[in-house]
């Protein structure tokens, strides 16, 4: 029965912290931001990309398909949106829960060094 909902709606993602994020970084993960441009610019990440959510289905094929993708936004809602559309092409991805805000109340790093590429 799961196999056939899979079929049906693509791959599945997973729904991680923060903290799952950071060990997922540290061995190897890429960290996509898809906020807008100027979201990114106001703090990020250290380690994100930029690639906003509206360019992430036609951008999929730049990312690596052997290494794992967390994707994160402002609050959750995005980087899940982008997370299925990634997952739907076959690449192996989490989406960080909370988002950017969860990810600030956790004590991790943020940056406003730029890392985008357009």
Not at 65 to 85: E, Q
């Amino acid at each position: 029965m799961i196999m056939g909902l899979r079929s049906l709606f693509g791959k599945s993602y997973a729904t991680i912290t923060p903290e799952e994020a950071e060990r997922q970084l540290a061995s190897g993960a890429i960290l996509i931001d898809v906020r807008s441009a100027r979201e990114f610019a106001n703090g990020h990440a250290p380690a994100a990309r930029n690639i906003p959510l509206e360019q992430i289905a036609g951008r999929a094929h730049e990312l690596p398909n052997d290494a794992p993708i967390v994707t994160i936004c402002h609050s959750g809602a995005r980087s899940a949106i982008a997370a299925r559309s990634l997952a739907k092409h076959g690449h192996t991805v989490s989406s960080l829960r909370g988002g950017t805000t969860a990810w600030i109340a956790a004590g991790l790093p943020t940056s406003k060094k730029s890392t985008s590429k357009k």
